[in-house]
C-alpha cells in the first residue's frame, strides 16, 4: 500500500502575472510527486464537491452565498486578497472538499495528504489573508458530526498564526489547536490559540526544531487526539517572501518528519495539508511543498500503514 494524496485537478485557477500567491503550485505539485515517484498514481483520491450545509457548519450562510455569487463588498474581498472568479469559487470548495477527503483517509490509512489546503485565516463570517473558507475547522466538523472523531489536535506550523482557526474552536474542548508562528508576521492582531508559540524573527533550522521538540511530545500525550490535522506550511522558508523566518529545505524536510513520526509512533493518525508559501519561483516552491509527501511516503514506509 502506498501513500494515499489527494489532488483536486479539475479546477486550477491561472492568476496574474506576477502574483505571490501562484495557484499553477498545486498541479505542479502533483506532477513532480508523480514524476520523481513519490506517489503512486493509483493512490491519488479525488474529492468531491462539498455541499453548503457542510460549509455552514463553520461559516455564515450569508457569507458562504456573498462570496459564492461574488455579491461581497470590496472592501470584503480586499480582504480575502484574490481576485474573484468562479473558477476560483469552485477550486475553493473543492480544496475544502479534498480536506474533508484527506482527514477521512488518514482514519483509514494512519497518514494521508493534500496537495492544497491550509486555509487558516478564515473566519466564520469573512475571509481573510488569501483564505476564503476554513478547510481545517470545516473537515474537523465534518468528521465530528459524522462521529468519526470526538478530539482532534490541530498542528499549524505555518509561518503566519492560525487565527481564523484559533477564534472558531475557542471554548471549544473538542478542539485544540497549536499555532507555532512568527511572532512580528501577519496577521497583526493575533487570536488566542490553546497554545501560541510565537518565534523571533529570523529563527533557524536547528532553533526552531528544538522548541517544536519541547511541545509536540507533551501535546500529543496530553491531548490523545484521535486525529491530528497538520498545516505544514513553507512560508518559514528563508526565501519566501512572506516568511521573516530562516528555514532551509533541509530544515522543512526534519520538520515534517518529527511531526509525522512522532504522531504515527504513538498511534494517531494525521492528515496533512501544504498551508502557505509564497514565491515568483515556481519550480523552488512547489519542491518545498514536495518535502511533506517525500517525509510523509518516508515514514508510511517506515511504518508499514
Known amino acids: 500500500m502506498n501513500l494515499p494524496v489527494v489532488y483536486h485537478h479539475q479546477y486550477v485557477v491561472p492568476l496574474p502575472d506576477g502574483h505571490r500567491f501562484p495557484m499553477g503550485k498545486f498541479s505542479s ?9 513519490i506517489i503512486n498514481p493509483n493512490n491519488i483520491y479525488t474529492p468531491e464537491f462539498p455541499e453548503k450545509s457542510l460549509l455552514e457548519l463553520v461559516h455564515y450562510s450569508d457569507y458562504i452565498t456573498g ?55 478564515a473566519f466564520p463570517n469573512y475571509g481573510s489573508g488569501f483564505c476564503i473558507f476554513n478547510d481545517l475547522a470545516i473537515a474537523t466538523r465534518v468528521l465530528q458530526q ?63 526544531l528544538q522548541i517544536l521538540s519541547q511541545y509536540l511530545p507533551d501535546l500529543l500525550s496530553q491531548i490523545k487526539p ?38 504515527i509512533a504513538e498511534g494517531y493518525p494525521v492528515a496533512s495539508v501544504i498551508g502557505g508559501g509564497y514565491s515568483k519561483d515556481l519550480k523552488a516552491l512547489v519542491y518545498r511543498h514536495s518535502l ?13 500503514l
Open 146 to 208: 459524522l462521529k468519526l472523531v470526538k478530539k482532534v489536535l490541530i498542528i499549524d506550523l505555518d509561518v503566519h498564526q492560525g487565527d481564523g482557526t484559533a477564534k472558531i474552536f475557542q471554548n471549544d474542548i473538542t478542539v485544540f489547536t497549536f499555532s507555532m508562528h512568527c511572532e512580528s508576521n501577519f496577521p497583526r492582531e493575533k487570536q488566542k490559540s490553546d497554545l501560541d508559540v510565537p518565534l523571533p524573527q529570523g529563527l533557524d533550522d536547528d532553533g526552531y
Open 29 to 37: 505539485l502533483c506532477e513532480l510527486l508523480l514524476k520523481e515517484n
Open 67 to 121: 462570496y459564492c455569487q461574488g455579491t461581497l463588498t470590496e472592501k470584503e474581498q480586499r480582504r480575502i486578497g484574490l481576485p474573484w472568479s468562479e473558477l476560483l469559487v469552485k477550486r475553493t470548495c473543492i480544496a475544502v472538499g479534498g480536506t474533508i477527503l484527506t482527514a477521512k483517509l488518514a482514519l483509514k490509512f494512519g497518514l494521508a495528504c493534500n496537495t492544497a489546503g491550509g486555509t487558516h485565516h
Open 226 to 263: 484521535d486525529l491530528v490535522l497538520y498545516d505544514a506550511g513553507v512560508d518559514t522558508h528563508a526565501n519566501d517572501h512572506y516568511g521573516k523566518l530562516s528555514l532551509t529545505n533541509a530544515g522543512i524536510y526534519r520538520r515534517e518528519m518529527l511531526v509525522l513520526s512522532s504522531c
Open 292 to 304: 511533506l509527501h517525500r517525509a510523509a511516503k518516508d515514514v508510511y514506509k517506515f511504518y508499514q
